[in-house]
């Protein structure tokens, strides 16, 4: 009739991008990123624990490297591929059977002593440790010891006070420590978080490698990516319901306001 007001409405749901079929595409896409996170992340804390063990040690005799009470992560070693230069955890019945925590100076074959012009020596090459602090290391006279193959020659980054080697260097063999005895090698002081432990460079004149970090900052990757991918996927559906109720807010005022 004429003069009668007529009243139109805009269909709904019509628009895939924004309409139920696009809130089903996201909330697959929240729900594929949230168990992938959820993947990485109990797969990274698996392999750590399967690779690593976590250790705190009670003594500064490894200050300033790791001080007391820091809790450190060592990977599980043979210890065959202990190397010059790591640091260590092992046990020995002559040392009081329980575990303990030191650096590794002199391997099987070497002759080691102190010290030289205030330096470690090694097959007689001075080393350089940066990881002493001043005068540690002319702190720590003792006499020439050849290494025994198939064992190691053991000290404190704390020279002056640590119960190393040189504390057992009359026991019959000489202060040293069976390669088997040691059941990992310290890669990361995790607190306080100062990190993946320096690599030794000093010992590399002496010919040979060093060892290799392990794993840790791969694993520390796959968790921060998981638990971004758990989040950001958990997050989707509060925040886009959010913006749908702003998007019919929207509307429902344009609506009202184009009204006749």
Not at 61 to 86: H, Y
Not at 119 to 136: A, C, F, H, M, W
Not at 140 to 155: H, I, K, Q, S, W
Request: include cysteine; hydrophobic fraction near 40%; charge should be neutral.
């Amino acid at each position: 009739m004429a003069g009668e007001s007529t009243t139109r409405t805009a269909p709904r749901g019509g628009g895939t991008d924004h309409g139920p079929a696009g809130g089903r595409t996201g909330q697959r896409l929240s729900g594929l990123a949230v168990a992938l996170g959820l993947v990485l992340f109990l797969a990274a804390f698996g392999w750590g624990a399967v690779v690593y063990r976590p250790y705190t040690v009670p003594t500064t005799s490894m200050a300033p490297t790791i001080g007391a009470g820091d809790r450190v992560l060592a990977q599980r070693v043979d210890g065959a591929d202990v190397r010059r230069g790591d640091v260590v955890v092992f046990e020995d019945a002559t040392w009081g059977n329980a575990p303990m925590l030191k650096r590794v100076v002199a391997v099987g074959g070497d002759t080691v002593a102190c010290c030289q012009d205030g330096r470690l020596t090694v097959n007689g090459k001075r080393i350089e440790e940066p990881y002493l602090s001043d005068g540690q290391a002319a702190s720590a006279n003792f006499p020439t010891v050849t290494v025994p193959e198939g064992r190691l020659f053991l000290l404190g980054d704390e020279r002056h006070g640590s119960l190393d080697s040189t504390a057992h260097l009359t026991d019959a063999a000489s202060g040293t420590v069976a390669r088997d005895a040691v059941s990992a090698r310290v890669d990361a002081v995790v607190w306080p978080m100062d990190g993946m432990l320096p690599r030794p460079t000093g010992f590399e004149a002496l010919g040979g490698t060093l060892s290799e970090p392990g794993p840790l900052r791969a694993i520390t990757v796959l968790i921060v990516v998981g638990a971004v991918l758990v989040l950001g996927g958990a997050a989707y559906g509060p925040l886009a319901r959010r913006a749908a109720r702003g998007r019919a807010f929207a509307q429902a005022g344009t609506g009202s306001a184009g009204a006749r």
